[in-house]
């Protein structure tokens, strides 16, 4: 299939979709949403939304029904871009090629702005998706969780504990990478069969087929920021090695990580073997992730 043709249609719904449900960047206070709009339409990838649809369709379910659930999704991605680049955590000066939030905006805005990109996400969510009713209320739950304590900003808490350190292992890095990257990733997965009605074997399929791709994905960030250029990255290459970030290539060597990576992918393809050819836009991008160059 052509994947870059397919990532460009759903982009293009997905921005369509945004531009939607994010309030105007002139409605009150218009400083805040002009900070939230930026962020969001800084040229993301929306690699989780995407996900999200393309699991949807695996099981033969219609993308319009999940499309609020994956612009929630993105919103609450942002959200947490928007904090990691704020100095008391990463300290990113770029993001996407494009100056990070807190440097057009301050400080004080760029944490409302994700604050608010946060609490949007479920109020877009509880505003109804369509379907039934306990089918959203499930996405709901999932997507909580991923973004808390258990899930996303417990892998980030973890990952700055971790800067500098000499003694983390492979159990610890895991953690950070399964829930700092993966735990978005895998509900973006999940709740596009929640919300398509999957069979539970096909439930199962697919989120062992999201936590292989969700940890491939981080592995080849942290490949990218050894091998990538700025320009590439759209932010600045050798950032991890320079603030002591613990990644698999700091931990098991640069090959190694390669290798691990691709291992994932084969795992990623085999959880799929029992899905038919509307499987094939999350094969392409299982392959996409350990390929890309940003």
Request: glycine content about 8%; aromatic content about 6%; hydrophobic content about 45%.
């Amino acid at each position: 299939m052509d994947l870059k043709e397919y990532l460009k249609q759903k982009c293009q719904l997905v921005d369509q979709a945004l531009e939607r449900y994010l309030p105007d960047a002139e409605e009150l206070p218009a400083s805040l949403h002009s900070a939230m709009r930026y962020s969001v339409f800084a040229g993301g990838k929306r690699v989780r939304p995407v996900l999200m649809l393309a699991a949807c369709e695996a099981v033969g379910g219609s993308a319009d029904a999940v499309m609020p659930a994956a612009c929630a999704m993105e919103m609450i991605h942002t959200y947490s871009l928007i904090h990691d680049d704020l100095p008391a955590m990463d300290n990113d000066d770029f993001r996407r090629g494009n100056p990070t939030n807190h440097k057009v905006y301050g400080e004080a805005t760029a944490i409302l702005a994700g604050d608010a990109l946060l609490t949007e996400a479920f109020i877009l969510l509880s505003n109804g998706t369509g379907g039934d009713p306990a089918a959203r209320l499930k996405v709901i739950q999932e997507i909580a969780v991923a973004s808390g304590s258990r899930g996303m900003v417990g892998g980030q808490v973890v990952d700055m504990e971790s800067e500098g350190r000499h003694d983390v292992d492979l159990a610890t890095l895991s953690y950070i990478h399964t829930h700092k990257t993966g735990a978005l990733i895998r509900a973006s997965v999940r709740c596009g069969a929640i919300l398509a009605a999957a069979s539970e074997e096909q439930f199962k399929s697919l989120t062992r087929y999201a936590d292989a791709i969700g940890l491939a994905f981080q592995i080849a960030d942290d490949i990218l920021d050894v091998e990538g250029t700025t320009e590439e990255l759209g932010k600045d290459a050798g950032s991890d090695q320079a603030r002591g970030k613990a990644t698999y290539p700091a931990l098991m060597g640069l090959e190694a990580s390669k290798a691990r990576a691709h291992e994932l992918v084969e795992i990623a393809l085999d959880a799929l073997s029992s899905f038919d050819e509307g499987a094939e836009p999350l094969r392409a991008i299982a392959s996409y992730i350990v390929k890309r160059k940003s």
